[in-house]
């Protein structure tokens, strides 16, 4: 799948899959897509490779094992935080 597809759109590309998917596959099905960033870009298939998870049972558990392998440039400016306010 070559395509591209903003990091809010996520949650909906990853319903579109068959569940519960083995993490190898997953990847490959999803290789070639990149996830827009505010400030910057990345491999879905890569993402999902990074995951610690042998598999998904369904969409959601998808989303937040790649929720947290995203970089720093997915989830905002670098060095800010609420604690800082």
Not at 10 to 20: G, Q, R, S
């Amino acid at each position: 799948m070559d395509a591209s597809i903003h990091l809010s759109r996520l949650e909906a590309a990853l319903d579109e899959h068959d569940y519960p998917a083995p993490r190898e596959e997953f990847a490959d099905s999803f290789a070639g897509t990149t996830v827009l960033f505010a400030d910057g870009e990345a491999d879905l298939g890569d993402l999902i490779a990074e995951t610690d998870q042998p598999r998904f049972a369904d969409p959601e558990e998808a989303f937040v094992a790649i929720q947290n392998v995203l970089p720093i440039e997915a989830v905002g400016e670098p060095g800010q935080s609420d604690g800082d306010a």
